[in-house]
């Protein structure tokens, strides 16, 4: 079992901290965007920054802010300037030095930003987010700079973002090793009586004493009609219930997730089966991956496993059809999904997770993060790929 004290050791031991790495961490991003910019014939990149989706403010900044909006001004040269609605988030800003200014902004009169970028005198902008940008705002753009061309950088953004560096990895290493002692709390507490919610009350509280930001976390409990998860609701724990779960912790602003599924005392034969059809999948779609594949390929690997085994039709829209998604500093990038034919380059990070609905035993959950790698994939998740089970609902 992994104790608090263990994976806390692990989470914080990592020879990419420090001031040096830091900057050189900056400098590599700052190269790579505005090696995307020149591509895309780009002046200038505005990050927006809305409530769920700060990911590429935090990615330019290297801070945690909680305005309902924030922006971040990249230029092709000079000064690098963030902006947020929230006055709290100006010192952190600052503190972390990626930035070389911060300013509070008034989404009503935005003038702050608005003469920044009128100084730059852009030809040609790109906007990440621009599809979330209030339309009050991308009216403010479009006035100050009357004679420039505005465009999205959503997808600049999400592909410079997609390659992790090993600074980056060791954040998520951390976020790997609280989530294993995630579950572990989960299935420590499972047994007859419990309602969902104190389950997740107490992984919230292990995460949380080991430093995690945020939890992004669903779950479901019973039997074989179980259809999907959802927030944890009162209902309570009875024998022979299988519990699922998606655990998602953010450490440093990177998040890594780990699927697993527990049942209450012994397992059924069901259970056993529908763990072991999962797991296969798993196994397809960890083989699958190699530099150059595309997301398409290791979707289609996973649900090749259940076509073969006839259960073909759980792979489709009418129950769950993706078989994963990126990972970084949004919960949910990239999806794993036939038809996506985004390329997954060396470096990259996402979770393998089949998870649907079968007859053999209702919905299962079951998934590991992996990392591109030159010839295949590392799991980054330590914790056991089985059917874990409790019990002390042995003999409820």
């Known amino acids: 079992m992994t104790t608090v004290s263990d994976a806390a050791t692990s989470a914080s031991a990592t020879a990419s901290d420090g001031p040096e790495a830091d900057a050189a961490e900056r400098t590599l991003r700052h190269g ?12 200038a990149v505005l990050a927006y920054g809305p409530g769920w989706r700060r990911e590429n403010v935090r990615y330019f900044a290297d801070a945690r802010v909680t305005g309902s909006s924030s922006f971040v001004l990249f230029p092709a040269s000079g000064e690098v300037a963030a902006f947020s609605t929230r006055r709290s988030d100006l010192p952190e800003l600052r503190r972390r030095g990626w930035v070389d200014s911060a300013d ?152 890594l997730q780990i699927c697993r599924s ?20 798993v196994e397809a779609g960890m083989s699958a991956v190699r530099p150059g594949v595309t997301a398409h390929d290791v979707a289609k690997a996973q649900n090749d496993v259940f076509r073969a085994h006839g259960y073909g039709e759980y792979c489709t829209s009418q129950y769950t059809r993706v078989r994963g998604h990126g990972h970084g500093l949004h919960l949910d990038e990239t999806p794993i999904i036939e038809g996506n034919e985004t390329v997954l380059p060396q470096g990259a990070v996402f979770i393998i997770h089949p998870n649907t609905f079968t007859p053999l035993a209702g919905y299962h959950v079951l998934g590991d993060p992996v990392r591109v790698t030159a010839d295949g994939c590392e799991a980054l998740i330590s914790t056991e790929r089985k059917l874990f089970h409790s019990e002390k609902g042995v003999s409820a």
């Open 104 to 255: 509070i902004l008034d989404v009503w009169d935005p003038a702050p930003l608005t003469d920044r970028l009128r100084d730059l005198r852009p030809r040609r902008i790109g906007v990440a987010h621009y599809e979330l940008l209030p339309a009050m705002l991308a009216e403010a753009l479009r006035t100050a700079l009357p004679g420039t061309e505005i465009v999205s950088a959503t997808s600049l953004l999400d592909g410079v973002r997609m390659v992790k560096s090993d600074w980056e990895l060791a954040r998520m290493r951390r976020s790997a090793a609280v989530c294993a002692a995630g579950w572990d709390a989960f299935v420590d507490v499972l047994e007859p009586g419990l309602p969902e919610y104190r389950i997740v009350a107490e992984v919230e509280a292990r995460i949380k004493e080991l430093g995690a930001e945020d939890n992004f976390m669903l779950i479901a409990s019973g039997k074989d009609e179980v259809r999907g998860m959802t927030a944890p609701t009162p209902r309570v724990l009875q024998a022979g219930d299988m519990v699922r779960t998606e655990l998602t912790p953010q450490m440093d602003g990177y998040w």
């Open 32 to 43: 790579k965007v505005r090696a995307a910019m020149a591509e895309n014939g780009l002046d």
């Open 262 to 281: 527990a049942v209450v005392g012994k397992p059924s034969e069901g259970q056993y089966r529908s763990f072991d059809l999962f797991n296969e999948a």
